[in-house]
């Protein structure tokens, strides 16, 4: 069922614009969606007590079991990790994370609309059944065949851990270290593991900025670090993460020389453009 949480949660996004799909005849009206729970309700009992709560946009969702409230909450950028099971609110299971299989990851914001807003509300440790209005899920097309045209869905999930991409914050000139070939580079965290050579597969965390602040690349986008022979990137790469050691997370400032060059890349980086990374190195070998 893992396959399907692509589907389930991403394609239909893609769907929803698809403006020549038919329309069914007659839509529910409704501003901001009202909906009753099902009875009985799909997926694990309430606890004695709980109270169901009311987002703005619609959204009804309950705690199920209270995680570490102290802790922060994803936003809507992060890559969240989670168990999960989805039901249709006549019961019908059509999605699920299996208990004893690892759990998904995927980037939040790429997400139905229902679960964007509702694992915002979430600390990690904690399980939620969310109630999510048609508006909020797949709409008036639903997603064939799990899931009807106009179908409210009922989740339960069960947040186990999020990542963030970091913020771009360009470093003060005082911060930096410079090596001889005009790569700059800042250590925000120091690393005790193993350091890699050029010919060296690494495993990285890494985000990527131009100057402006405008993020071109990431790893946290497809929700999972990045592998690659460090001698098939960039120079300002090859060189700079030789600098680091497993753990460490640097912030290097690359001159186009040792970035795209007076050509750039696929439209998106310019011409000689300065370029800014976030790495944090996870793994050295393959």
Known sequence: MRALLALALLAPIVLAQDAAAPKP????????????????LP????????????????????????????????GIDAIVTVHYAGWLESGTLFDESKADAPPASFPLNRVIKGWAEGLQLMHPGDKVKFHIPWQLAYGE?????????????????????????????????????????????????????????A??????NYAGWLTSGKLFDSSYK??????FQLD???????????????????????????????????????????????IELLKVGA
């Open 141 to 197: 097309k639903g997603r064939a065949p799990q899931i009807p045209a106009y179908a409210n869905l009922v989740f339960d999930v069960d947040l186990v851990s999020f990542t963030s991409p970091p913020p771009f914050a360009m470093p003060a000139d005082a911060d930096l270290k410079t090596t001889p070939s005009g790569l700059r580079y800042q250590v925000i965290k120091a690393g005790t593991g193993k350091a890699p050579e």
């Open 232 to 278: 098939r990137v960039i120079k300002g790469w090859t060189e700079g993460v030789q600098l680091m050691q497993e753990g460490a997370v640097y912030k290097f400032v690359v001159p186009a020389s040792l970035g795209y060059g007076p050509q750039g890349a696929g439209g998106v980086i310019p011409p000689d453009a300065t370029l800014v990374f976030q």
């Open 222 to 227: 497809n929700g999972k670090p990045a592998t």
């Open 199 to 204: 010919s060296d597969k690494v495993t990285v």
């Open 43 to 74: 997926g694990a009992p309430l606890p004695e007590g709980a109270v169901w709560q009311t987002t703005p946009s619609g959204l009804r969702w309950v705690v199920l079991q209270k995680g570490d409230d102290k802790a922060a909450t994803p």
């Open 25 to 40: 005849a007659e839509a529910p009206k409704a501003e901001v969606p009202q909906l009753t729970p099902p009875n009985p």
